[in-house]
């Protein structure tokens, strides 16, 4: 399975973008898609993540802002972010794993749970 990330871009404090994750390779129909994000000198963090039959669950730092959408023709997700704030601001990687090994986003909030990763689209939000 291959990964695309896109959409990053410099935005100013209080707009929305739309990053997208596109999966090629492969169908699948059981999956868990997760966000993650990476700011200069600080470790990678959880975002977000989607289930196959579930709702998206969000980080505490993002609930409200954030939330992933799916294109249910294609296999495309997508990062919705509003309000974004400079401390949004970081590379941000989509990750898919094709075992549902939990029932719990928990254990997805893990970078070790995802066996395909994209490239990774920059976020630059300016105050």
């Known amino acids: 399975v291959q990964l695309q990330a896109s959409g990053g871009g410099l935005v100013q404090a209080g707009d929305s973008l739309r990053l997208s994750c596109a999966a090629s390779g492969r169908t699948f129909s059981v999956f868990v898609m997760g966000w993650f994000r990476q700011a200069p000198g600080k470790e990678r963090e959880f975002v977000a993540a989607l289930k196959s039959g579930d709702s998206p669950y969000v980080a505490d730092s993002v609930k409200g802002r954030f939330t992933i959408l799916r294109d249910n023709a294609t296999s495309t997700k997508y990062l919705q972010m509003n309000n974004l704030k400079p401390e949004d601001t970081a590379v941000y990687y989509c990750?898919?794993?094709?075992?549902?090994?939990?029932?719990?986003?928990?254990?997805?909030?893990?970078?070790?749970?995802?066996?395909?990763w994209g490239q990774g689209t920059l976020v630059t939000v300016s105050s």
């Open positions: 990750a898919l794993t094709l075992k549902l090994l939990s029932g719990s986003y928990a254990y997805y909030s893990s970078p070790a749970r995802y066996n395909y």
